[in-house]
């Protein structure tokens, strides 16, 4: 059974699960009935994978955070390269995407 992907429309067969709006550190209970596809996921500026998370699900960008290189979810952005002094810089890029 394939899947309509939530950016292009096409019916694909291989596509990753989309979460929920909100999820963190999401989990197959997370899905929302969306998918997306690879070729879509790649390019695509509104879903991305969390880079520590892996690849079972992909989260809408506006519930995560990025370094410019990779995407976190709220749970992991612990984890990424940034450093205490530009949390001002996250600050403001949260309260930019959440306009
Ligand atoms: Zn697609
Ligand atoms: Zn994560």
Sequence with gaps: MTKKCIQCGKHVQASVPVYKR??????????????????????????????????????STKDMLTDEFSWYCKE???E???EE???SGWRSYISYIND
């Design 22 to 59: 909100g999820t963190v550190c999401g989990t197959e209970e997370d899905y929302s009935k969306q998918v997306i596809c690879n070729t879509c996921l790649k390019s695509s500026e509104e879903y991305a994978y969390c880079c520590c998370c892996g690849e079972e699900g992909a989260y």
């Design 76 to 78: 992991h952005i612990d």
């Design 80 to 82: 990424s390269s940034f």
């Design 85 to 87: 002094e530009e949390e």
